[in-house]
């Protein structure tokens, strides 16, 4: 199956350019820039089908490099399944998502990591990877790491939250950075200081502040910043490359800031969620609504202008990739676990499905050029997470992993609009987007295509991982 997609306006990281592009099955097979003839003068006749992307624009698909499919987490399990979850996602024109497989302490990292495998296999509409989450650091973790970079899974998340569940001791980061630094894998941090937050969250229950807002207002920056500057300290005593997972108060993204100035190797991931949402507007609102916004790290103040620090960094590099950090709860059952005690919230928000839609409009507005949203969106994580060469950019030999974006297109965010994603409500609920995802092609297969899904459960394929370009 040949499709020649023509006329389109194709976007890389480094520029924008008229060109067609010829994908010949799962790959892509060429792109021809206006008037080249090379490959013969009339391509259309002979391809399968063709696309006209006049008016629009032709990017790679996204990659979602922080998802948390069906995870159990706070008493409760998130709510996309891999089958509901990357169906979801595609509707969105993300065509990779990397997922967390958690071992929790006690449990062998490979079993675990099968546990992942049996979840997914045969049930994605996208390919997929995993970063493995270890919850437990010990002798027998850490020698499994070495043998999962071996299979593909070339990052390891580790916690500085949630004591007793998934928290890792300075010693155990230390030790799992060494063994990362050892095997050429890299460390993602969830960088918070969890013994702090837990007297704070304590605290305000004693004083009747349940609320959904003291969730984050028992998270102040500080624990942010501060567990951020303990993990880069960590990881410069080890060598190891460190990537510090959804980022939102602008304190810890200067700390970050300060140390990559002095040429440490060390990334941030923010969230749409941190770049549009706040406290004042959402998580504060009255009665238990604000649940809806629960996550961690939280929602920061509007009035202390994070959002527009996190875009300022998105800019100067110094934040390099957007997740979603999709963690989907619904509202009836799951999120009203916290009703009267806003630590029993299942922390996390369904939005894979509209992370490319909202950093389109950030180019609307002015916020980062065109060229910058695929960079983030999808160049970087590929380069971040070992799918460059496959994934990440529209070049002869990469997949057919391909969005025609339509930049006088419309996307209303709701429930019962663009929503496929299996959550009763959304915390975009209202977002309007000035821009449309036309057509999304997975490995050459077109599984979007005028508001039609076509695709099916099993499309996608398990990516074994290299290792992060950014190592060196
Ligand atoms: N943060 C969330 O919001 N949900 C899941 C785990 C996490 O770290
Ligand atoms: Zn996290
Ligand atoms: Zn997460």
Redesign the pocket.
């Known amino acids: 199956m040949t499709i020649l997609i023509t006329n389109g306006t194709v976007v890389s990281a480094q520029g924008s350019t008229k060109a067609d592009v010829l994908v010949d099955g799962e790959t892509i097979a060429a792109v021809i820039a206006p008037g080249d003839t090379s490959l013969g003068a009339d391509l259309a006749r002979s391809a399968d089908r063709v696309i006209d992307a006049a008016g629009k624009l032709v990017v790679p698909g996204g990659i979602d490099g922080h998802t948390?499919m069906e995870?159990p987490?706070?008493g409760t399990v998130?709510s996309d399944t891999f089958e509901t979850g990357t169906r979801a996602a595609a509707w969105g024109g993300t065509t990779t998502i990397i997922d967390f497989a958690v071992q929790k302490q006690g449990e062998r990292v490979q079993d675990c990591l099968a546990d992942w495998h049996r979840k997914a296999g045969g049930n994605c509409a996208i390919d997929y990877g995993f970063h493995q989450v270890i919850g437990g650091v010990d002798s027998d973790s850490l020698k499994a790491m070495d043998e999962l970079v071996d299979e593909g899974v070339t990052t390891f998340k580790l916690?500085m939250?949630?004591p007793g569940v998934?928290l890792s001791s300075d010693g155990q980061i230390l030790q799992a950075m060494q063994q990362a630094a050892g095997n050429g894998s890299m460390i993602m941090m969830?960088a918070?200081n969890g013994s702090a937050i837990d007297v704070l969250v304590a605290q305000a229950l004693a004083e009747g502040k349940t609320d959904p807002k003291y969730h984050s207002l028992t998270r102040p920056w500080e624990t942010e910043a501060e567990a951020v500057n303990r993990a880069v300290m960590l990881a410069r005593m080890t060598g190891s490359p460190l990537y510090i997972?959804?980022m939102s108060a602008k304190q810890a993204v200067e700390v970050l800031q300060k140390h990559r100035d002095e040429g440490w190797n060390v990334f941030g991931e923010t969230c749409p969620q941190y770049l549009y949402l706040s406290v004042e507007e959402h998580l504060a609102k009255a009665g238990f609504e604000g649940a809806k916004w629960?996550?961690?790290?939280p929602l920061r103040e509007r009035a202390e202008r994070h959002q527009d620090e996190l875009w300022r960094y998105l800019r100067t590099n110094d934040l390099s990739v957007i997740s979603t950090?999709h963690?989907p709860f619904c509202f009836k059952e799951q999120k009203e676990m916290g009703v009267g005690d806003f630590s029993k919230i299942?922390?996390?928000?369904g939005g894979v499905e509209h992370r490319m839609d909202l950093i389109y409009q950030g180019v609307v507005e002015g916020q980062i050029t065109l060229e910058r949203w695929v960079e983030l969106c999808s160049t970087t994580p590929a380069r971040m997470f070992g799918l460059y060469g496959r994934k990440g950019d529209i070049r002869p030999g990469f997949d057919a992993d391909i969005v025609i974006y339509d930049p006088a297109g419309r996307t209303e965010i709701g429930v019962g609009k663009t929503h496929h994603m299996n959550m009763d409500h959304s915390a975009w609920e209202g977002f309007v987007i000035d821009g449309h995802v036309d057509t999304v092609l997975s490995r050459g297969k077109v599984i979007i295509d005028d508001n039609r899904y076509l695709g099916s459960k099993g499309d996608g394929v398990f990516l074994k991982r290299g290792l992060s370009q950014y190592l060196i």
Do not use: L, Q, R, W
């Open positions: 948390h995870m987490f706070g998130a916690f939250a949630y998934f969830h918070e997972v959804h629960v996550c961690s790290t950090d963690c299942p922390n996390g928000i």
